[in-house]
Every structure is written in C-alpha cells, then in structure tokens.
C-alpha cells in the first residue's frame, strides 16, 4: 500500500517534467523554424521561377539593412535600456566576445593542425571556426524567441528590448576583433594571392624592357617632393599611417557608431531624458528608429535565404571536403561547450549580474552562432571571398539544427 501510494504520488511529477521538457523544446525550435520559413520564403523570391529579388536586389537590400535598419534597432533598444550604472553591470558582455574568439582560436589551430587543409588556407580555416555571428543571427533568434507569449524571459516587450540592448553592447568589441585580428590573419599566404592557379600568371607591373604595347597607359610615376610643402607632408603620412593601422573606416560601421551614440547618450541622464523616454521632446526620433528596426529582421532573412541560391560555388572545391567537414565540426560541436564552461566559471565566480537568465541566454549564444557573415566581408578584401562564401553557405546550413540543440540544452540549464 505504502509504494503503492509513493507511485501514485509520483506520476504528477513525473508528468509534469515530460511537459516541462515538450515545453523547452518547443519554445528552442519555434524561433529556428520562424526563421528557416523566412529563410525559405527570400529563397524563393530569388529563385529563376519568381526572381522578384535578383543580385542586385540582394545586394541593396543588404545595403539598406546594413546601413540603416540595424543601427535603427540598436539605437533605440540600446538606448532605452542602458544606464552608466548598467555599463558597469554589463562589463562581462564584451570580455565574453574576446574570450570567444581566443577560445576558439585555440579549438580551431587543434583541428586544423589536425586535419591539414590546403597550404594557403591554414590561418583561414582557424578563423572559420573561431569567430562567430555575435549580432544579426542573435538578434534574429531573440527577436523570434521574445515574440512567442509562452517564452520563459517574461513580457514580449521586455524580453526584446533587454535581448537586443545585451547582444547590441557587445558588437563594438567584435568589429575591432575582425578588422583587427581577422585582417591579418586572412592576409594572402607569401605566394601573393589565395588561388593556385594564378600563380602562373604573368605579373602586373610591366619590366623594365618591356615593349611599349605591354606598358599599361595609366602609370603612376614617382614626383619629385616639395620642399615648401614637407613638413605638412610628414604630418599627413603620419595621420594617415595610424588611420590605417587602426583602420577606423573599417571599425566605424554604422551599426557600430549607433551603438556608440546610444551608449553615450544612455549613459548621460539629461539627454536620455531628452531623447529615449515616451515623453521627451525628441522621442519623435527614437520612435522613428523602432518602426524602421522592426523591418531589419525579415528584410535580413529574406536576403539571407537568397543568397542561399547561389550554392556554394568554386570555394568548396578550393578547400576541400574533408577541411569543410572540420570547420562545421569545430564551429558548431566543439566551440558551443567551451562558451558553455566559460559562461559557467564566470556565473561561479559572481561576475554576472545575479537572476538575470536572459543576460546568461545571450552569452551563450556568442557562442553557439555560425561563422560571422561581417567576416565573409573581411575575405573579400583580402582575395579569399570565394572560400569565405562556401564555408558560410554550409554552415548556415547545418546551424539550423545545431542551434535548435544548443539552445534546448541552454534553457534547461537556466530553467
């Protein structure tokens, strides 16, 4: 009688964990399956039978999200949510971005050490693995996530704001790390150019006996230096040297100098008051700002899924299988539980602001993202867009279900 008893008292509780986890499973997947359906639907638009979003549609369209609609969303949500004092709080948010990209620098020099890729693409394919999408993919998945009513981060509205003002903090970190340490680790291997099959080709700049029908018409020559003008010379070189080192063109994207602003203006009470609040006398602005980041999410995944059209190309071939294979492997299988033991030490040793689980969610996602889209444009203007673009492809494509897991796994955690 008494097991009897203790067997009927347990059946509820046994019940209700089963429901709990249908229910983490559900609440990990629906946002995956929201944005592989928006994925689909830009594939379709830019497919030969609709064609309503060609190349260059993308390619604006790309433009326009990157330029305008992304630093709307950042500015506003960013804004509103953080305060100096919250600064202070958020420090581990970047620290984790850099933290990420060692950690994942070590796993991929491990694997690639391990697997042998082509010659030119040794230093390439650690970087495939080591730097994640730290900002549209996440914002996308919270984005998805906080619209669900059912989802454990309280209210949609706070949910999202919160989401987006955590992930938004931390891409100013990432976009030093890629124009700093991506630069130069996807520098041309000392043969000059990543393809091995123009290595043949005749070089650019003309000898010195060259006839005159091979001479190129527009030649630079050398001009002999103004001695009036010298020191304003040496001046110049000097700023344009440390610009170039720096190299804050690159750094001081849009979505990066609207994270800068709504820092400084979100830490400054006066002009929070001004701009930011629902009463303020400019939040005509800020309002402006939210309706156009609403569309940034599926404007990006509508251009995401057509570019999926175009395959991977020439690039895999160039890489080879078996390197690609790695890539996915690290990227996706190896890097997330190292994030997941970093985010666990840091929360033991009190570095994390206490009960805040979607500051947690958010960490863990740096760590889970496929490989950053931002680093597909750092290859391009280094001579490897063509691998850079394969290796995406794929990972995007297997990210689908790899985060679903992850994300199930995070949830349990904190929940």
Request: proline fraction near 7%; glycine fraction near 8%; include cysteine.
């Amino acid at each position: 009688m008494e097991r009897f008893l203790s067997a009927v008292m347990a059946a509820p509780t046994a019940a209700a964990g089963g429901e709990s986890l249908l229910g983490t499973i559900k609440i990990a997947v629906l946002p995956i399956a929201k944005v592989f359906t928006m994925c689909f639907l830009g594939f379709l638009m830019a497919s030969k039978y609709v064609n309503i979003l060609p190349a260059n549609g993308r390619k604006l369209l790309n433009g326009l999200v990157f330029s305008l609609l992304l630093p709307c969303l950042i500015f506003s949500q960013l804004g509103q949510a953080v305060t100096l004092q919250k600064m202070l709080e958020w420090w581990f948010i970047p620290v984790n971005v850099v933290l990420g990209a060692i950690s994942g620098s070590i796993i991929g020099f491990i694997v690639v050490s391990l697997v042998k890729p082509p010659n030119p693409y040794f230093k390439f394919s650690i970087i495939q693995i080591a730097i994640g999408n730290i900002g549209n993919v996440p914002l996308v998945l919270i984005a998805a996530l906080c619209r669900d009513t059912s989802n454990p981060f309280g209210d949609s509205e706070t949910c999202s704001t919160k989401g987006t003002a955590y992930i938004s903090f931390g891409q100013w970190v990432g976009a030093i790390i890629l124009y700093t340490y991506v630069f130069h680790m996807f520098a041309p291997p000392p043969e000059g150019t990543f393809d091995l099959e123009e290595l043949n080709l005749p070089l650019k700049t003309p000898q010195k006996d060259a006839p005159p029908e091979q001479v190129p018409l527009l030649m630079q020559e050398a001009t002999p230096a103004d001695s009036d003008s010298s020191k304003r010379g040496k001046v110049k070189k000097v700023i344009v040297w440390i610009y170039e080192k720096l190299k804050l063109k690159q750094i001081l994207q849009p979505p990066i100098v609207a994270s800068i602003l709504a820092m400084v203006i979100g830490a400054v009470p006066v002009l929070k008051k001004l701009i930011f609040t629902s009463d303020a006398p400019l939040y005509f602005f800020t309002d402006s700002c939210i309706i156009l980041g609403e569309a940034m999410i599926p404007c990006i995944l509508l251009a995401l899924g057509g570019n999926l059209v175009d395959g991977p190309g020439p690039g895999s071939s160039r890489i080879g299988l078996r390197t690609l294979v790695a890539i996915i492997f690290g990227r996706l299988c190896l890097v997330p539980p190292a994030g997941l033991g970093i985010v666990t030490l840091a929360d033991k040793l009190g570095f994390l602001p206490p009960d805040d689980k979607m500051f947690r969610f958010v960490l863990l996602l740096q760590h889970t993202m496929p490989t950053s889209v931002l680093s597909g444009a750092v290859a391009n203007l280094r001579g490897c867009g063509k691998e850079s673009a394969a290796v995406l492809f794929w990972v995007h494509i297997f990210a689908v279900f790899s985060m679903a897991g992850w994300i199930v796994l995070y949830l349990h955690i904190l929940f």
